[in-house]
């Protein structure tokens, strides 16, 4: 199965490293604010007083404390209590509804059914502060922006106030914290719109050069190169008398490592399936093929690939891992040693199918084969049709119309690979694939302008560009806090 590109080493250390720079930057200026001059101005008249206590009282009587105060603001914008709540509103529904829907995934949940404030997220936080302390960040982050946009004089042709309306209809709002309004709502998605379009124009407006690329490979080479080899590997069971001993597969393993060339190694395992199962030749041929590996990609930590990208090894060179924890003993020939990935990324639109909703990898490719058949059936067969049907069916809802981008040919399953990568491929393309965990109907998009290599060395590029660009904006919009109307900050109701 294909999957999202991810980032490096180095590009996530990087992020990390601004992330905790940040953050720390954040706190501490947080702490000075906290340390205040109170300044008190006599009133010597008690008339004056009488009416200015009058209007608190009002003011409190008529309008809640989560819209009197801005919570945090800019020289051009502000956002109350109310409205950040809002923002909290958002980032708890999307955590609990991401982390519920992952049935593999071992992230912790709060207990819907108990206040937040009396859960802790971990040693220093509840629940409750763990989401007011997001959404601070998250509205630090939208103020910083929208100040941004204004002193650039950014123009756009959207109506966010329409936009803005446009989502709230969509959107279930009968569980919003009590105190906030349809109008906070709003307001706070107006700000959110204005700077996630700047904020996307900017980073789509990055460039990075040749030369800058080229750095960028030097400094981490493996990340971005490829090598070619075969690999089978031997799986045993020492507590089950019928299955085969981890004496027999070592025995077994070392004699394939005699295997000099890829003809050599593609014959011995042929001979060693044609003895021990009753494969068709179709099968047998299946099989076969699938022991070469073209343009595999670094695998960090895996002791396989760290022998392969080290440097060390040579083409003809071979090499055993035992991986006793699962029984399972590998071999690997070397044919070509690390190179530049200079092969084209793919795009692709997936509907995807797994065996988490489905059980089997046989309910999964059947339910998959509906889905084609209605793809089959569908009158205009454009792409975003395609992208429809992705949002219909696919399980998926991490990307909009079922889209990945820039899919490296080395980080692909042999099946997927050689579709992809066929000289006939043309946009419009579509099929079933099976995946390691399911199945997918694919839609072939194309290929990128960038080679797999410098689709790496871009992406770290810009995001680290961009990371620079959104902790200036931060240190230029200067957000204020005022803390102590931080307390009326809602998450969600009792």
Known sequence: MASKKKKSNKQEYMVQKRKEQRRAAANLERKKKKVRKIVITTVSCAAAAAILVGAVVATIKYKPMMHCISVVKTEGQTLNAAEISFYAWQIYNTYIETASSDTASTVSIPDEALPLSEQNYNDEMTWEAYFVDSALSYAENVLAFNLAAQNEEYQSDTDFSKSAESMLESMDLSTLPDGVTQNDAKHALELYLIADEFHQQKKNSISVSEEEMEAYYEEDPKSMQVCDFMQF????DDSDETAMQSGDAESLARELRRCTTQEEFEDWVYAYYKENTTLSEDELQTQVSSLYIEDGAYTSGDEMS???????????????????????ISVCLLLSGPKKDESYTVNLRQVVLTTDKYETQQAAHDAAEKVLQEWEETENKTEQAFADLADRYSEDTSVSGGLYQNLEKGKLIPAWREWCYDSSRTMGDVTLLDSTSGACVVYYVGTSSLMGWEETANDALVSEKYEELQQQYQEDANVQYTEWAERFIKVCNP
């Open 233 to 236: 590997a031997f799986s045993y």
């Open 306 to 328: 760290e022998w392969m990208f080290s440097g060390d090894a040579q083409p003809g060179d071979s090499k055993m891992v035992n991986s006793k924890e699962n029984g399972v």
